[in-house]
Structures are given as C-alpha cells and as structure tokens.
C-alpha cells in the first residue's frame, strides 16, 4: 500500500473521522485520486454527519426526506412554520452535493470557531428626512427609550438603545429595511407623487438568494415608529405626519395605526421567491399620541396576535402616577378595511359573529365575574360536542379585534405597574400569554432610575394570560395542556449567597445547549431514500429546539459581569451564539460554537485575569482565541468564546445596539446608518 486511497474502505473511513474539515477539505488537491475520495458523495456525506450533525443543511436534508411521510399526516406538519415549510420543499427538490455542502460547511465553522468574517456585506439605508440635506419621502421617529443609563464614578455608557429601522426575521429568514433612493429624483413633485411606488421604500431582501422585494408599503406621508417581522407576520406601526388634535401649548395629537402585511416563501424553478400580502391594519390607540419623548409603547406580536402596553404621563393634578394599559388584538382574520383611510369610520366592517372587545380589566363592574380569564395552550384547541345538533355557525372574517384590555388595576395586581420607575425592558408573546421582561442595574442612573437598585443586576420575567375565553366559549373548546398563568414568574440576581453569586443556572439558560446524539442514526447511506431516522418532523423542528422560550428571565444579560451583554444572536438549533458586551470604555463582540461534534462534552469557560484599569474591580476578559493546533479536534478553544476584531464592535453594534442573524450571518448597523451583514 502506497497510498491512504488505497486501505479497505472501512478503514479509510476511520482515519478521516479524526481528520479536522479543513483538512478534509484541502486533501482534494493533493491529487485526483484524493480529489475522488474526498469529494465522492457517500464519503462527504459521512464527514456532515460526523463534524456538523446539527448545522442547518443536515437539518433541512433530514426533513427533507421525513416529508412525504408528513404531508401524509397534515397536522404534524402543520405545525412548523410556513416559510420553513416551503423551504424544506425546495430543499427536497433542488438537493446539492453532498461534497459541495461539506466544502461550504466548513468553510463557514472555520470563520465562526475563529472570529472572522468571510464576506462583509453592506446595505445603504434611506436616510430619513429629518436627518437629509434633501427632500426625502422617508420619515422615521423611532418611540423613545426610557432615559436611564449606566454611571460608575465618572464613566457612563449606554443601558438602552433605540430601536432600529429595520428587522431581520430568524424564523423566516429575510431582512426588512429602508432601501436607499437611487432612481427616483430628490423633487417635492416626486414626493407628492398620486404613484404608490414611489413610497415603496422598505424592501424584503434574501441573504441566501440575495434577491430583493419592495414592500407594498407607502412611507409618504407617515413617521414610522417600528417596524418588527416575527413569524411571517410583518408589522409597521406608524403615525401621520399631520396631527389633528391640540392637547395644550406643547402637545398635540397624531393619529396611530399598525400595518400587518405576510411575507409568504413561494417555490420557483430556481429555488424559491417572496410575496408580500397586505393582511390588515388597525387603529394603535383610539384617540392617538404625541410625537414626544415621554408617551412610549412597547409591542409584540405572532402570527395570530399583537400585545401593546403603553406608557403615558398623567396630566391630572390629583394623580401623579403615569398612565399604563395593555391591549390585545387578535389579527388571525385579513381584512381589506383601512381605518387610516376612513377618518370617520362610516366604513367599518360590522363585528359579526366575532366576539366583540373585551371589557377594561377582569370585572364588568356589576358585582359577578362574567368574563373566565385564562390562557391557551401552544396546541390546537380540540373541539367539544354541543348537546344542540345545531350547526356551529362559520365565523365571519372581520379583521383585527380587541380581545383583552388591561388597566392599571390588572398591572398593579399582576406585580406590572411601572410607574415613576419603568424597568420594563421589552415584552414577549407566545400563543396565549404575554411576558414582561423587566431589568434593574445597580449603576443604573437618570430620571426612569430606581431609587432603590439592586445589589449588581436584576433581570425578571412575568408571564400573565391574554387570551380570554367567554363563558359561551367553554363549552366549545377545552384547555387539556399546563399554561403559564399569572403566577408564573422568573428572575435572576446576585442574591444567592454572600459573595454575591450570580445563579448557577444563568450560564444554561443563556447558551444553546450543546449536541447530545446527532440527528441521524448511523446509516451509512448517503441518498435520501434509504435514511432512517426515528425522529418525526415534529420533533425535528419544535420550538424548543429552535428559539429560546420567552418565560425566562434573560440572564444573558449579566453573564460575563462586570460587563453587559448589549445584543446577542443565538441559533439554538445549530448551537452558535454571538453576543456583543461592553464595560464603559471596553466592548467587544465574541462568538460561541456548540455545533461541532468535539463540543458534544465542552469543558468550562476559560477566562485569563488582566491587568486591572484604572478604576475598575474585579473584572475578567475572555481570553483571545489561542488554538493548539490547525483546526484540530483536540483544541480546547473550539467550545468556548472567541472574539472578532475589534473593528467589528462598530460595524455591527455602535449604533443601535441590537444583533440579528443565524448560523450563516450575522447582522446589525454600523456607525455610518448602514446595515451590515457579515457572512461565514
């Protein structure tokens, strides 16, 4: 024997499972024989299997080929989300070499285990016009984060940022953002132009096919305040440019609306192509807000709902208290009516056989309970048989309808009011019930400041029903699984013990979980057909194993202290994680792999002391990336935190402070106002 091509197949397999990739991947070029080794589609296949059980090309491949079987059962495939669907469906179509899949693989874990950037990409924003020499169309006044921030002797840094133009969809995978005005001229006649195109400035980009949809989505006239993409559902919440109604001297009036549109995956011949749906739009608030800093409003949404808490100042001379109140729609029913463009409501679709809004609170003032407040659970209700043989009748479609109103009462007896002294951080929402996730700092100053911090970092999640069931209704469907009720409640602080010891648990709650078993059985074949795989669909892709569930304090926040977890991007079914911490003066953004199969046992974070600045006490830095050997498997960094340059804190976070992406890319905006996406 000569060469390694030349041992017994199955001895040629046991010497490249203990080769790295990289090396997997530069052995074709020795030779054409090594090349038809180490590219032959059952051995590529095999070193997937080996190296990235859990990346997303063999999670896709596994559904894939569990698809026939789940279009043969509709309700375990009905539950994955659309857009994943139809991408699992092209996947099943178009499959790609397994060699090719391996080179690209691990060419993306060599960047991630490093810290470096393949392709950094960037897309230029339309700059608003408040912040143009020229006329623009586009207007955003992004709602105001609470004025605290962080102040250690003479040192302050950022505790809130404002919220971004733009959004990226983990779920769904697309980016939507403000697109820079190239074609149409900087004229007042543009704008003013009765052409809807013209103010089609947000637009659905694809960083996998690298296409790009113009949103039908008109920004004239408008000051958008957010807008959020979650579930294939994308939301804009907006306000007209001209107000209607003086308050006083300093406050007037401006109308708000929410525009629901579903961006839909649809197949091509190629791979696959976007459609976005105008779903619905509702009126915010029924009689509007001011533009200015103090009214603030904080949302959440699904495919089927939208929660809003709204904070006000109070104008009356007996009550300092602000005013506080939560809304919840239900948006699961399209509708064509736009109330923005019905100022009278003369148009407005009748209620139906909907239910109509839920009274304020949890009493109707008349001395009996005659509203259940309750919560659904994440599976479909099963429907009881009525004593009636009358047939239920079919519900009209009607567009949003309030389902649930919550005053300062509920909030005050849920443990929520805010008061003088917010500490809500952003909300959650899942099927049937809203989490409030709450954050205090010790080093916390300014006028939304506790009076009383906590001893270091406090982070807390309250989870409350909103999905209220009628009387009438209780005898139409049944709740069989456990929900999350009003009791249910999660924080994490330095309160354990004496030396003021984080809990144990912060660390588990903020990392992917690391690979236990891969997600193939040991079948050695690499077609579709003959893989087996005990697994259902259902499993494959649960939202346990896809995104972190919402009731859990966000620990992450306070994991490496002294330093603040800004943003963090976390695929949790791919085990990669990419957090952005800064201590003041000192930030940094570092990357954590739990794909690979050497991370099956990862050993505890390896931190180095440094020489303490002045100021400072007790501070840890991670320590910089150190490899033993070339990509080898017996490197200990391979399973812990690695940090980028230090130039990728103001690409990606020096301006809005938030992080978005998966396994493939990461994204956020740079100092300039462009959005950046950074590929592996």
């Avoid at 939208?306 to 007996?318: D, G, L």
């Avoid at 100022?343 to 005659?370: C, D, E, K, Y």
């Amino acid at each position: 024997m000569r060469d390694i091509v030349d041992l017994p197949h199955d001895l040629f397999l046991l010497v490249i499972s203990y080769l790295p990739p990289r090396t997997c991947v530069l052995s074709r070029s020795v030779s054409r024989r090594w090349h038809a080794a180490f590219t032959d589609d059952h051995n590529s296949y095999l070193l997937m299997r080996w190296n990235f059980p859990i990346c997303r090309e063999m999670r896709l491949a596994s559904a894939a080929a569990l698809l026939p079987s789940a279009l043969a059962s509709a309700p375990d495939f009905a539950n994955i989300n659309d857009n994943l669907a139809v991408e699992i469906y092209c996947t099943s179509r178009h499959l790609p070499p397994w060699s090719e899949t391996f080179a690209l693989v691990a060419r993306r874990y060599h960047h991630l285990g490093r810290g470096s950037a393949r392709v950094v990409e960037k897309l230029q924003m339309a700059r608003p016009s408040r912040e143009s020499d020229e006329p623009s169309p586009f207007s955003f006044k992004g709602v105001a984060p609470w004025n605290r921030f962080l102040r250690l002797e003479e040192k302050t840094a950022e505790f809130h940022y404002p919220d971004p133009a733009w959004w990226y969809s983990q779920e769904d995978g697309v980016l939507v953002y403000p697109a820079e005005i190239r074609d149409r001229p900087n004229t007042p006649s543009s704008s003013s132009s009765s052409d809807p195109a013209h103010g089609y400035v947000y637009h659905i980009f694809d960083p996998a096919t690298g296409t790009e949809f113009p949103v039908p989505f008109d920004v004239r006239r408008k000051h958008i305040r957010r807008v959020r993409l979650a579930k294939g559902v994308l939301i804009f919440e907006w306000a007209e440019e001209h107000p209607y109604l003086q308050l006083n001297d300093r406050e007037i009036l401006h109308r708000h609306f929410v525009t629901a549109f579903d961006v839909i995956r649809t197949p091509s011949p190629s791979a696959w192509t976007w459609t976005i749906q105008f779903r619905s739009e509702w009126k915010l608030h029924y009689l509007g807000l001011p533009m200015n800093r103090p009214y603030r409003f904080f949302s959440a949404h699904t495919a089927s709902h939208y929660a809003v808490y709204f904070w006000q100042p109070n104008r009356s001379r007996h009550q300092d208290d602000p005013i506080e109140q939560l809304a919840v729609w239900d948006i699961s029913s399209p509708s064509p009516y736009r109330p923005s463009e019905d100022p009278t409501g003369h148009n407005r679709p009748p209620v139906g056989n909907r239910a109509t809004s839920m009274p304020a609170g949890l009493w109707n003032g008349t001395g009996i309970h005659s509203t259940t407040t309750t919560t659904t659970s994440t599976t479909a209700r099963q429907p009881r048989k009525r004593a009636s043989p009358e047939p239920e009748p079919t519900p009209t479609p009607t567009g949003p309808q309030v389902i649930r109103r919550i005053t300062w009462r509920e909030l005050d007896f849920y443990g929520l009011r805010q008061r003088a002294n917010p500490q809500l951080r952003n909300l959650s929402l899942d099927d049937g019930n809203l989490y409030f996730i709450e954050e205090e700092h010790r080093w916390a100053e300014g006028q939304h400041s506790s009076p009383s911090p906590p001893r270091v970092h406090r982070v807390k999640c309250t989870g409350i029903p909103i999905v209220p069931c009628s009387p009438a209704a209780l005898f139409t469907s049944t709740i069989t699984d456990p929900v999350y009720g009003p009791v249910w409640m999660d924080q994490c602080g330095a309160d354990g013990d004496v030396n003021m010891s984080f809990s144990l648990l912060h660390h588990l709650r903020s990392r992917p979980p690391s690979p236990s078993q891969p997600y193939f059985s040991p079948q050695p074949s690499p077609t579709y057909a003959t893989r087996r795989n005990r697994q259902s669909l259902d499993d494959l892709l649960a939202p346990s194993n896809q995104q972190r569930f919402p009731g859990l304090a966000p620990c992450w926040r306070h994991e490496d202290f002294p330093y603040l977890t800004v943003a963090q991007m976390v695929d949790f079914a791919a085990g990669v994680r990419i957090t952005a911490r800064h201590c003041f003066m000192l930030e940094t953004v570092s990357v954590c792999v739990r794909n690979t199969c050497i991370a099956i046992k990862p050993g505890p974070a390896v931190t180095s002391r440094r020489p303490l600045a002045s100021g400072e006490e007790g501070h840890h830095s991670r320590r910089p990336p150190t490899p033993s050997s070339e990509d080898g498997k017996k490197e200990t960094g391979r399973s812990e935190e690695v940090q980028f340059a230090d130039d990728m804190w103001n690409q990606l976070v020096g301006r809005k402070g938030y992080l978005a992406g998966d396994e493939r890319w990461v994204l956020g905006e740079d100092e300039e106002g462009r959005v950046t996406i950074v590929r592996f």
